[in-house]
Structures are given as C-alpha cells and as structure tokens.
T-cell receptor
Framework: KQEVTQIPAALSVPEGENLVLNCSFT??????LQWFRQDPGKGLTSLLL?????REQTSGRLNASLDKSSGRSTLYIAASQPGDSATYLC???????????FGQGTRLTINP | GAVVSQHPSWVICKSGTSVKIECRSL??????MFWYRQFPKQSLMLMAT?????????EQGVEKDKFLINHASLTLSTLTVTSAHPEDSSFYIC?????????????FGPGTRLTVL
C-alpha cells in the first residue's frame, strides 16, 4: 500500500527565505506526482505536475524534483512571500489506477 | 481552462436529511470524476471514483448506500449524502480528469463545506 509522508508538518519562516518542503513515498510504481496548494477552507490549486519519467518541473519561484529510486520529491520555494502562506500537499497517481494518494500536507507560514 | 465548480459551496442541514452536492467540469469533458472528503487539519481521502454512465467505485470503508454518486453526463457528477448525521460533517471536494490529454491530471473543485446539526 502506497504511503505518502510530508515533513515537516508545519513550517514558519521569515519573508524572503528560500525553503524546501519534502514528500516521501513507499512505492516507486507511480504515474506522476503533483504538488498542490490549499488555502484555509478552499479547494486545491495545482502547482506542479511531474511525470514519472521526469526529474523536475519549474514554475516561477517554484521548483519540484522527483527521485523515484529514493521515493522522494521536494518542492523548492525561492524568495518566499507572505502570500505563499498555505498548506502544501503532495499527491501521487498510482500506476494502473487513477487514484491520487495524498500526503498529510505541510502548513507553511511566511512572516512579513 | 480546466475549471471545476461545486455547488453549493456550503450547506447546513438537520440530522436525518439528505444533501446533494454537484460537481461540474465547466470547460472540458470528464469521463472520470472523483469525490474526496477532508476532515479538519487532515488530508484528502478518496471516497469514490465516478465514471460517466456506470456505477461508481467506492473505497474501502465508504458506504455506497449512504453516499450516492451519479455521473449522468460528461460534465456533471453528484454526491448525495443520505440521512446525514453530525459525523458526516466535513469538507467534500470533487475532481475531474479530462477526456483528452495525456497527463492523467485531476482538476479540483473549490469544495463544499457540509455541517450536519
């Protein structure tokens, strides 16, 4: 059974810092991996999607990497801003199925 | 593009009543839609996978007679919580996977907050 773990559960940093959020998974048989952002009481916004054959994806200040062999993905946020404060979720699409398995999320707070 | 809407965005109901939540893909067709439930400070848990024109596939531990899913068209899926009880209070989120495209990407709705009194 695929298990997804996100560390840390919560993170608070001052504005302007670069930071890394971690996601680990137990089964490398994945189709793709997505990083989402969720604001309180809201739905999910897709940030980046990495196919299993890819190593990384970039969008603006965000960079996500994928290392299937070690079962890890990282989300790098450069020059953090207060508007980046949210919960960040990673999710894996399991091979052979359409199911997304989510991690518990990292609650990020950027302090002005 | 790839916008998914949900209606209502929030609902309060009395225990024992039924509540219907709609999920629509606004600018694309989706053969498959998914229903998730999220309790406070927890992650999303898949409840069921809904395919247009066929019966939904429920995850283990989800009562299919309590959570009725209908996927009548390529742009609409509905979740009906029957005889709702306070423990059903949660945030319900749907997602849709486009008919076209190769990424197997899911696009999420804004969620529906259900409170059962």
């Amino acid at each position: 059974k695929q298990e997804v773990t996100q560390i840390p559960a919560a993170l608070s940093v001052p504005e302007g810092e670069n930071l890394v959020l971690n996601c680990s998974f137990t089964d490398s048989a994945i189709y793709n991996l997505q990083w989402f952002r969720q604001d309180p009481g809201k739905g999910l916004t897709s940030l980046l999607l990495i196919q299993s054959s890819q190593r990384e994806q970039t969008s603006g200040r965000l960079n996500a990497s994928l290392d299937k062999s070690s079962g890890r993905s990282t989300l790098y946020i450069a020059a953090s801003q207060p508007g980046d404060s949210a919960t960040y979720l990673c999710a894996l699409l399991i091979q052979g199925a359409q199911k997304l398995v989510f991690g518990q999320g990292t609650r990020l707070t950027i302090n002005p | 593009g790839a916008v998914v809407s949900q209606h209502p965005s929030w609902v309060i109901c009395k225990s024992g009543t039924s509540v219907k939540i709609e999920c629509r893909s606004l600018d694309f067709q989706a053969t498959t839609m998914f229903w998730y439930r999220q309790f406070p400070k927890q992650s999303l848990m898949l409840m069921a996978t809904s395919n247009e024109g066929s019966k939904a596939t429920y995850e283990q531990g989800v009562e299919k007679d309590k959570f009725l899913i209908n996927h009548a068209s390529l742009t609409l899926s509905t979740l009906t919580v029957t005889s709702a009880h306070p423990e059903d209070s949660s945030f319900y989120i749907c997602s849709a996977s486009p008919l076209s495209g190769s990424a197997n990407e899911q696009f999420f709705g804004p969620g529906t907050r259900l409170t059962v009194l």
